[in-house]
């Protein structure tokens, strides 16, 4: 049983660039939330995806924004890439409201 | 909004030493987690506890959830040097069970 995979693992951007970061849930999890952990912070929400719809935003910018798919997989993009945007983005997936899994993330780098 | 305090920020100890580390909270939680973060890895789920008072283990670990409901506990018995990775305090917060509040992190290294 798979858990939660994300992709890629590691990509660098330049600032103004685009980035897509790609979410597959652990299986037979239907919501997918993405987190934002700063180096030597902890992970911050950023939003959380049900039934293809964002159902919850935390405190980020509308560049910051998402797509859920009918097979529950998650995308994560961010348009117009700052310096601050580096980050190591996390995917969490879980099946109403019980255990929270998260990935390995997908470390950004914004050059 | 709700902010999760853990201390210490760092420890550094000897293999076989136990361990102790809280989170505390401006508010009540309902749940508290406590994760582990490996570097280069995403947060591990070690225990979960959702009653006021619970003491919950996890072989070597023991959390608990303190009577406030305002803060909680982590204690690592005979550390060993796989302990070594930061440990994250995290709920959801009352007002809103869809997203988790992480912690500030405490960093564990175990010298042998």
């Known amino acids: 049983d798979a858990g939660v995979t994300q992709s890629p693992t590691h990509l660098i951007k330049t600032r103004g660039q685009q980035v897509t970061l790609r979410c597959s849930p652990k299986s037979g999890h239907d919501t997918v939330s993405w987190y934002q952990q700063a180096l030597g912070q902890g992970p911050q929400f950023i939003f959380q995806y049900y039934e293809e719809e964002e159902r919850q935003r935390g405190n980020f910018p509308d560049r910051f924004s998402g797509h859920q798919f009918p097979n529950y997989s998650s995308e994560l993009n961010v348009n117009a890439l700052l310096l601050g945007d580096s980050a190591l983005y996390l995917c969490?997936?879980?099946?109403?409201?019980?255990?929270?899994?998260f990935g390995e993330g997908s470390w950004l780098t914004v050059v | 909004g709700q902010q999760l305090n853990q201390s210490p920020q760092s420890m550094f100890i000897q293999e076989g030493e136990d361990v102790s580390m809280n989170c505390t909270s401006s508010?009540?939680?309902?749940?508290w987690l406590w994760y582990k973060q490996d570097p280069g890895e995403g947060p591990v789920l070690l225990i979960a506890l959702y009653k006021a008072g619970e003491l919950t283990s996890n072989g070597r670990l023991t959390a608990q959830f303190g009577i406030t409901r305002k803060d909680s506990f982590l204690n690592i018995s005979a550390s060993i040097p796989s302990d070594v990775g930061i440990y994250f305090c995290?709920?959801?917060?009352?007002?809103?069970?869809?997203?988790?509040?992480f912690g500030t992190g405490t960093r564990l290294q175990v010298f042998p």
């Open positions: 508010s009540i939680f309902n749940t």
């Open positions: 969490a997936s879980s099946l109403g409201g019980n255990t929270i899994y």
């Open positions: 995290a709920g959801p917060p009352f007002y809103n069970t869809d997203k988790l509040i």
